[in-house]
DNA sequence: GTTATTTAGTGGTCAGACCACACCCATCTC
DNA sequence: GAGATGGGTGTGGTCTGACCACTAAATAAC
């Protein structure tokens, strides 16, 4: 029988041994995600804690993205790759306001940088598909670029862009106009293996300086 | 008289709303790191709600790392950086190998990024006071890149990179070994404004391939 | 066999009760 | 008067028990 209790002993907060007690179990029965995890009153029992306390580690565990819960079935081990702690601190901290340009900026940044992985790791086939995507006018700016992302394959990296765009969106700054000749020249700059020429169709996609090397 | 309990209607949980109106209260109010928040029983009267959903929202922010909880005192808005929370979720997350080596490319494609940006925007005051630092051997490696990313004045993005190397110093990797020589060697390169030479020596230090063009 | 219906289990929420602790301030002691 | 003492009050910490809403599986009805 395990014992959490203790926080008469340790003076930390029944909650927080609760949390640590989750982890132990997970990674000791080796649990994935999808797995289910036992209920609140199981929790309750088998911990000999209050099932309010049982609740405050789950929904914790629940807002940093680690678990899922379903009213009526139970609670989930849920799928964390690069899960939304990035975007919890970001909305948190992006009050901030002033940095307009910086998510800009960022925001151009992080794309360059998938258009290098693409270079690199994307087959012909899926730029074929995406020329052809473009060439139906199916996609717009963050379509577009969702595609790109996801060939870049590194999750973490395209939940980044994910709330960078949001951020960006918000700011309305709109003055990207449709271009899809400029999509196509990306398209052939990146089947072609070219770094250069792709930065360079970016830059002119996104209206950047092209003389200058910023970034 | 801001009704929380909307919850009938739009079927989200109480907790999560109570978060976010904490949200708004934060920004709304401007409230820094070190001010007080209401009473557990004053937010429980204001947003009419049980205590226990007060108490589960605080919790999972407690657990961010976002307030700060002193008993017979108060809740209290903390200081967030990237903090305890990141260590929290790489015991507890990050076994998956696919996302190790996201963090990794990650951070090293953001650093690549920002010394692009201070390749451009460093002065020579600066490069030579971090010179010098590095020659006393007063910084280690993520030190260093702090200093770095400092110059390249983009404070969203040097948040980020915060929170990455939290991430990645969570992985324990340690296959980095400290290197004067290396980081001499950057410093030249952004002095010279040659972005070839930076990013060359940045692979150096990274242990990066340097033939291949990877990212 | 198929379809309703019931039932048990689960998360969601609330209210109330204590406890432990921090702080303020009136009171007491010297 | 200065310092120590000790309630009072407010705050977080925890538990209990009671409902509600919902799901899924067992059961009943056809």
Redesign the pocket.
């Known amino acids: 029988m395990v014992k959490v209790?203790d926080?008469l002993v340790t003076n930390t907060?029944?909650?927080l041994e609760i949390v640590k007690h989750l982890r132990e179990m997970i990674s000791a029965d080796n649990l994935k995600s999808g797995d289910k995890i036992p209920?609140?009153?199981?929790l309750?029992e088998r911990l000999?804690?209050?099932?309010?306390?049982v609740?405050?580690a789950?929904r914790a565990l629940e807002l940093l993205g680690l678990i899922e819960?379903?009213?009526?079935?139970?609670?989930y081990i849920r799928d964390f790759r690069g899960n939304q702690l990035v975007q919890l601190l970001g909305t948190f901290i992006l009050q901030d306001e002033k940095a307009k340009l910086d998510v800009i900026e960022t925001k151009n940044l992080i794309e360059m940088d998938f258009l290098r992985l693409v270079l690199n790791r994307a087959d012909e086939e899926q730029l074929l598909k995406l020329k052809s995507l473009v060439e139906a006018d199916q996609l717009n700016d963050d379509q577009f670029f969702y595609q790109l992302i996801e060939m870049a394959d590194n999750y973490l990296f395209s939940r980044i862009w994910l709330i960078l765009k949001d951020y960006y969106n918000s700011l309305d700054i709109k003055n990207v106009e449709y271009n899809r000749n400029s999509f196509l020249m990306l398209i052939e700059a990146l089947a072609a293996k070219d770094e250069k020429k792709t930065l360079y169709a970016y830059r002119q996609l996104r209206n950047l300086s092209i003389l200058t090397d910023k970034y």
């Open positions: 209790s926080s907060k029944v909650y209920s609140e009153r199981e309750t000999n804690v209050g099932r309010s306390s609740r405050e789950l819960t379903r009213r009526g079935e139970g609670t």
